[in-house]
């Protein structure tokens, strides 16, 4: 029997990682309402040898440990090679791991594949790579992800975001994005999502900003000038301006 053809089967492996990762138990502990912990454990084994599964570690800096048996998951860091168990990944970790196990088993070719907020405690370099992830682990599906990240939103065409907002009634209503893909997630907040994303202690500095430029145009004393040319730098280095 092909375990995708039966999803209650495969709810009976993938759950079982979801219980290990949860409880930290070990194999050989899994209730038995679960499938035989030696059918699991041979699964996840074959998901943790995919190629696409180990760039994804090495970017999170970690790795199976595929001898110590200390752990139901036995990770450790790759550079220390101090062991981690599953309790001391970061939440992101986890739910990255979460999301991308059931993908390794189940059949998605020519599927559609929902996703709410994958960037979820994640830091942005790994957002600006999760949807590469995603494409290689099923690259025939369809995914459609709902986001708050620019980072994110930054991997698809313009023509394949939507962008909801509500209008001046309260509606909500729908436009398509306009930012390039793999465009400045700065221009992202800006162009696709409405958001000023210099907050109101960069727009001060701004401000103060142009009003030095405005005042060493005029100002005739030397010394004064040299004064507010040196504030100028000072912002400008400061804020990148």
Same mark, same amino acid.
């Given at each position: 029997?092909?375990?995708?053809? &039966? ?7 993938? /759950? ?24 699991? /454990? ?15 570690? &090495? ?131 800006? &162009?696709?999502?409405?958001? &000023?994303?210099?907050?109101? /202690? ?14 060493? /145009? ?24």
């Amino acid at each position: 029997m092909r375990v995708q053809s &039966n999803p209650l089967y495969l709810i009976n492996l993938v /759950y079982p990682i979801f219980y290990l990762i949860k409880t930290g138990c070990q194999w050989r502990m899994l209730p038995s309402n679960f499938a035989p912990w030696e059918l699991v /454990y041979y699964y996840y084994r074959k998901w943790c040898s995919l190629g696409e599964f180990d760039l994804l570690l &090495n970017k999170l800096n970690i790795e199976i440990d595929r001898i110590n048996v200390d752990y139901p998951i036995p990770f450790k860091n790759k550079k220390t090679e101090e062991l981690i168990p599953i309790s001391g990944l970061s939440t992101g970790t986890k739910g990255l791991l979460l999301y991308m196990l059931p993908l390794y088993q189940i059949d998605t070719s020519k599927s559609i594949i929902l996703i709410d907020e994958p960037e979820r405690s994640l830091y942005p370099d790994m957002q600006m790579e999760l949807m590469d992830f995603f494409r290689k682990l099923s690259p025939t599906s369809q995914f459609i992800i709902a986001t708050h990240s620019p980072f994110i939103a930054s991997s698809f065409e313009p023509e394949e975001r939507f962008i909801l907002y509500f209008d001046e009634n309260g509606n909500v209503k729908v436009r398509r994005g306009s930012s390039p893909i793999g465009d400045d997630p700065n221009d992202i907040l800006a &162009n696709d999502f409405g958001i &000023n994303y210099i907050n109101k /202690y960069g727009q001060k500095a701004f401000e103060e900003y142009k009003n030095l430029k405005q005042k060493i /145009y005029f100002e005739k004393n030397e010394k004064k000038k040299e004064e507010i040319s040196k504030k100028l730098e000072e912002l400008g280095e400061k804020y990148n301006f």
